[in-house]
Structures are given as structure tokens and as C-alpha cells.
């Protein structure tokens, strides 16, 4: 599965948390509400609710933020009635991207994404037409720094883990969706802590970019993740080094 977490690598690396983390807010309250609407309000029993939760206080937000969102979830606070679902669609050079929304007005959504993606050289596309390239993984991301790979490697495997992919900032653990929740509780317990760990959609093959097309790709791929529906963007694009280079210093 080497280098199939590209778009969430570069993600990472770019945001800016001065700049994002009001939107960032809001897309994690969305995400406490709808995994409390589905699971209930106990974290301890609601694996997906306690994933929200940790990626919320990790990105500062208040915990009578995250208190009432898990209310508005259960029904003990009224609010936004959010349904959630996935869009599927093209971009630039036929990437393929696939969209985890959470909206109270499908129609809204729709005819924003429609908009924004024939805008940037793509379009939306029916049911089914890209989620086919895609699997769901669990992923767990920790700092490369301080950690001893090989070791890490074999505790992970031991623990569950399907594949540990490792660059210069952070080591990637993979695992079925199912034994997320086991193979972080084995690593916590063995003193390992996440910077993120979430469910993702992992692409079967890769589109590589020419420098024109990863421009135009990673602009449309900003436009639709500033969107206040969309909770998740994946896609299967590869943008080699040297590219990744000249745009960061362009």
C-alpha cells in the first residue's frame, strides 16, 4: 500500500492552524454530532464519538464545545439535523476523488460542489462511478521523532496492524476498519501516542501530476476541503518530489 496516503501526507503538511481553525471547529463539531446521533453520547462505548472527541481536543477546541455538540448528537440540545453520505466526482487529469459530507440541506450541497468542481476542469459524478477505487483502512499517525521504526514495526504487526509506511515527519499504521480501535489501545498501552487516528479510504491506483495539473488539483482539493459540508476529501493522486518542490517554493 506504499504511498497511498498522498493527499493526507500533504494535507497535513499545509494547513495552517491560524488560518483554519475556526472551519476546523466546525467540521469536528459536525463529526461529534453525527458519530453521538448514531452511537450515543458514552465514549467509552461510542469508538467512532471517542475518535471525534480526540481529534477535537487535540485541535484545542473547548470541552463545553465538545459537550454540547455530543448533546446536540443524542437530541439533549436542539440543533442542526445533520444526514451524511458520500458525492463522487472527477478532477483535473481524471483524478478520482471521493467526498465524506455531513449537511442539514443535501440540495445545497450538491449544487455547491457541482459548481465548484466544473469551475476547477472537473464534475460530479453518480453513485458508485470512483468509490470502487477505494478501501476503507484505519489509520494511526505518530512523530517520526524519537521512535525506533523497527520496533515500532513489529509491535504494530503483532498488534494487528496490515502495513506501517514510514517518511520524514511521521509513521502511518494501517489496519482493517475493524481493529482500529485494538491495534491503538495495544500501541497506547505500550506508551505510543497518536496525532491522528480516523478512519480513511485508501486508493487502488494512483494518477501521477504534471506540475499544470497538481496546481490545478491541489487548488480544487483546497476549495472543496473549505467547504463547511465536506468533513473528508480523498483522491488518488500521486505529485512527484521535485513538483511538490517547485510549488511549495513558487
Known sequence: MAG?????NIKHKKQKEDKIRGR???????????AAKHG??????NFRLRVAVDRAR????????????IKRGTGELEGANYEEFSYEGYGPAGVAILMSIATDNRNRTASDLRHILDKHGGNLGETGCVSWMFTQKGELALDVAGIDEDELMLQAIEAGAEDVEVDEEEVCIYTEPGELQKVQEILEGLGYTFSRAENTMVPSTY???SRQDAERVLKLMDVLEDHDDVQEVFANFDIPEEIMEEISLS
Do not use: Y
Open 4 to 8: 497511498h496516503s498522498k493527499w493526507a
Open 24 to 34: 476546523v471547529f466546525g467540521k469536528l463539531t459536525r463529526e461529534i454530532i453525527v
Open 40 to 45: 450515543g453520547g458514552d465514549i467509552d462505548s
Open 58 to 69: 487535540q485541535a484545542n477546541m473547548p470541552m463545553d464545545n465538545i459537550e454540547r455538540a
Open 207 to 209: 494518477v501521477q501530476l
